[in-house]
């Protein structure tokens, strides 16, 4: 071949690039006819269309969630596994923007359910961290592995806990995704939608038999990254569900120690209620009562003294949680 007509057939195969993320059908049918390559890979330093380098007209497609342009490459036969300069497929592309349409002509075309990308992570981490519930539905109805751990062993459900998407969360659940499992920092599900102070996932997790000890690499459960975090129906949700109000992590730090340090006098109320002791310290030989928020305190140990010497439960946060 020629060097021209070298040229023109690169300029073909960038133009082909061009066309597939613009859509235009009529334009890509025209350039594979003359011989574009849908596997050509565009070396183009900077792009403007937020493609990593190395892609190919099908990343290019897929990313705008061109069902049409999609089936025209794969028939001239594009490579559904095709990896960009991040190594990512096609797939993950469409996961992680939830492009319904697309994914499924990839996956019906028989594109791998399950292809590692950056940071090991599948197209089902991509949707679920994404918070795309119809695209994780739908990769897990071709058979993606719901337990596939990326390179910090997260999951998807601990990604999609992480970031607190309900409907993914539940989804998961639904397909007996593993609710003890935990990444890399030994953090749970639980733990991190106690610290986001979701009591309505926090529930959906235990009674998906998710431990209320699950917590995190320094010894922080779930009710202590509420007490710390999430505020006080996170905290009346793990307790209703037989968390420990007096127990402490691995600094010796208690529910209290953390619930002084926010400043939430509902929760102060509540643990003192409880149980818990004003008087615990924690390595430092720090106690609750050291706290900026020292009134909350007293005026909560009051409130409990008075309620013990009336025979009566304390009202207000307590009463609600069990």
Same mark, same amino acid.
């Given at each position: 071949?020629?060097?021209?007509?070298?040229?023109?057939? %690169?300029?073909?195969?960038?133009?082909?690039?061009?066309?597939?993320?613009?859509?235009?059908?009529? =334009?890509? =049918?025209?350039?594979?006819?003359?011989?574009?390559?849908?596997?050509?890979?565009?070396?183009?330093?900077?792009?403007?269309?937020?493609?990593?380098?190395?892609? @190919?007209?099908?990343?290019?497609?897929?990313?705008?969630?061109?069902?049409?342009?999609?089936?025209?490459?794969?028939?001239? *036969?594009?490579?559904?596994?095709?990896?960009?300069?991040?190594?990512?497929?096609?797939?993950?592309?469409? =996961?992680?923007?939830?492009?319904?349409?697309?994914?499924?002509?990839?996956?019906?075309?028989?594109?791998?359910?399950?292809?590692?990308?950056?940071?090991?992570?599948?197209?089902?981490? /991509? +949707?679920?961290?994404?918070?795309?519930?119809?695209?994780?539905?739908?990769?897990?109805?071709?058979?993606?592995? !719901?337990?596939?751990?990326?390179?910090?062993?997260? @999951?998807?459900?601990?990604?999609?806990? /992480?970031?607190?998407?309900?409907?993914?969360?539940?989804?998961?659940? +639904?397909?007996?995704?593993?609710?003890?499992?935990?990444?890399?920092?030994?953090?749970?599900?639980?733990?991190?939608?106690?610290?986001?102070?979701?009591?309505?996932?926090?529930?959906?997790?235990?009674?998906?038999?998710?431990?209320?000890?699950?917590?995190?690499?320094?010894?922080?459960? +779930?009710?202590?990254?509420?007490?710390?975090?999430?505020?006080?129906? +996170? !905290?009346?949700?793990?307790?209703?569900?037989?968390?420990?109000? @007096?127990?402490?992590?691995?600094?010796?730090? *208690?529910?209290?120690?953390?619930?002084?340090?926010?400043?939430?006098?509902?929760?102060?109320?509540?643990? !003192?209620?409880?149980?818990?002791?004003?008087?615990?310290?924690?390595?430092?030989?720090?106690?609750?009562?050291?706290?900026?928020?020292?009134?909350? !305190?007293?005026?909560? %140990?009051?409130?409990?003294?008075?309620?013990? *010497?009336?025979?009566?439960?304390?009202?207000?946060?307590?009463?609600? *949680?069990?």
């Amino acid at each position: 071949m020629s060097s021209s007509k070298r040229a023109a057939l %690169t300029q073909a195969n960038y133009q082909l690039i061009d066309a597939a993320h613009a859509s235009d059908l009529d =334009a890509c =049918a025209s350039l594979l006819e003359q011989r574009a390559s849908p596997n050509f890979i565009d070396d183009r330093a900077i792009h403007r269309w937020f493609l990593a380098p190395g892609s @190919t007209a099908l990343h290019a497609a897929a990313r705008s969630d061109n069902a049409a342009v999609v089936s025209l490459l794969l028939d001239a *036969s594009g490579d559904l596994e095709a990896r960009d300069g991040a190594s990512e497929c096609a797939l993950h592309l469409c =996961a992680a923007a939830n492009h319904l349409s697309t994914l499924q002509v990839l996956l019906r075309a028989g594109a791998h359910v399950d292809p590692l990308g950056a940071d090991r992570a599948t197209p089902l981490h /991509r +949707a679920c961290s994404g918070g795309h519930h119809d695209a994780a539905a739908l990769l897990l109805d071709f058979g993606a592995n !719901i337990e596939q751990p990326n390179a910090q062993r997260a @999951t998807p459900l601990l990604l999609a806990a /992480r970031s607190g998407h309900t409907r993914v969360v539940e989804l998961l659940l +639904a397909r007996r995704a593993n609710p003890n499992v935990v990444d890399g920092s030994k953090t749970s599900p639980l733990a991190y939608v106690a610290r986001l102070g979701d009591h309505q996932l926090i529930e959906s997790l235990i009674l998906a038999r998710a431990s209320p000890t699950g917590g995190d690499k320094h010894g922080n459960s +779930a009710v202590q990254q509420a007490a710390r975090h999430g505020g006080l129906l +996170a !905290i009346q949700t793990l307790l209703h569900y037989k968390a420990n109000a @007096t127990e402490s992590n691995c600094k010796r730090a *208690s529910l209290l120690h953390d619930a002084a340090h926010e400043g939430e006098a509902a929760a102060i109320q509540l643990l !003192i209620d409880r149980g818990a002791s004003v008087n615990a310290r924690n390595n430092f030989h720090g106690t609750p009562l050291q706290y900026d928020d020292l009134t909350l !305190i007293c005026n909560a %140990t009051v409130v409990h003294s008075s309620s013990r *010497s009336n025979g009566c439960c304390c009202g207000g946060a307590a009463g609600g *949680s069990d």
